[in-house]
């Protein structure tokens, strides 16, 4: 949906414009009790803790930084929120805040040399690139190493599963075993392949004997034809083992940790990412640990980066220091 159209805040239920005192941060979600004030419809807690976080953080960045901080670093947490619950919900980043994100960084920067603690606007443009850059470099060698390591993830059925691969919301739809896997969870990259090895199976209806169909991201290959994904129809049979491409993380990621890096630095990269690995790691192991695997399955990066760039900007250096001091005894 655009910023721009409609141009006031409406209930998506009624599409009624929402008045400015039932607009009121953290006060009118209260007042009216989490309902639309027109038609009663319920209205996410969601909107109220976005706005507390929000607030928050504010708060905390005006007490606790210098005032020639507090504009850059504003700017700089609402990016943080944005990007979080975007990937909490949708497991990308967009360009518009990271690519967007990593530019107001650094002309901040430049404008605002006190981020980079540097003395000249030049040095600081300077600086806040180098971090722009560290990052994507650290994180994107992260990704390159974990698709060397763990691009692949095979399943092997005790007994042959049937599966179906049908067009559904304009992108091809793998089906087998009760899961569901759309085509934009399964292709990264143009060399990932999709590898089904086959009791029997059927192309357009077409009857293949066992046999291993290839899938890319635009095309089949089995038995020595190819065909255009774009034919292909539907595509059923009998599965065995099924070998499915992956990522460690997503491209996303690591643009989002060069925003980061624009904004605060290189050494806050080299402090934010095994900071964000930690919390990924302690969270993950939990929700194994409570029996929640499913939780664990698939989990967005974004808001671990997040956490570590704000704990860099409230006690990163502190930290730093304290543990610097441990290793030295």
């Known amino acids: 949906m655009s910023v721009h159209q409609p141009r006031r805040s409406f209930c998506p239920s009624c599409n009624k414009p929402i008045e400015w005192r039932h607009n009121l941060p953290l006060v009118s979600w209260l007042w009216l009790r989490g309902?639309?004030?027109?038609?009663?419809?319920?209205?996410?807690?969601r909107y109220l803790a976005v706005e507390f976080l929000t607030a928050s953080l504010f708060l905390a960045v005006f007490v606790r930084c210098p005032p020639a901080l507090w504009l850059p670093y504003w700017v700089f947490v609402s990016l943080l929120i944005v990007a979080t619950f975007i990937d909490f919900d949708f497991y990308i980043i967009p360009d518009e805040i990271t690519i967007g994100g990593t530019v107001a960084g650094m002309l901040?920067?430049?404008g605002l040399p006190v981020m980079m603690q540097a003395e000249s606007h030049w040095k600081a443009l300077g600086w806040s690139a180098l971090g722009a850059a560290a990052g994507f470099v650290l994180l994107w060698g992260v990704v390159e190493l974990g698709k060397l390591a763990f691009g692949k993830k095979k399943i092997v059925?005790?007994?042959p599963q049937p599966f179906r691969i049908v067009e559904r919301d304009d992108q091809p739809v793998l089906t087998v075993n009760g899961d569901s896997f759309p085509w934009a969870d399964l292709f990264f990259?143009?060399?990932d392949r999709l590898m089904l090895t086959v009791e029997s199976a059927s192309v357009n209806r077409k009857t293949l004997a066992q046999t291993e169909l290839v899938f890319f991201h635009d095309r089949l290959e089995a038995g020595g034809r190819m065909w255009p994904l774009a034919e292909v129809d539907e595509v059923t049979g009998v599965v065995r083992e099924i070998v499915i491409p992956r990522e460690a993380m997503g491209f996303g990621d690591v643009k989002f940790i060069a925003t980061i890096g624009a904004f605060l630095g290189w050494k806050a990269v080299l402090f934010v990412v095994p900071v964000a690995a930690v919390f990924g790691s302690v969270i993950g192991i939990g929700s194994i640990?409570?029996?929640?695997?499913?939780?664990s399955a698939k989990i967005p990066f974004g808001p671990y980066l997040t956490a570590g760039a704000v704990l860099w900007i409230f006690a990163g250096p502190e930290l730093?220091?304290?543990y610097l001091g441990l290793m030295r005894r």
């Not at 640990?289 to 939780?295: A, F, H, N, Q, S």
């Open 108 to 110: 901040l920067s430049a």
């Open 189 to 191: 990259r143009p060399k």
């Open 35 to 45: 309902k639309c004030a027109y038609c009663g419809a319920k209205i996410s807690p």
């Open 320 to 322: 730093v220091g304290w």
């Open 157 to 159: 059925f005790p007994r």
């Open 289 to 295: 640990l409570v029996g929640k695997r499913e939780w």
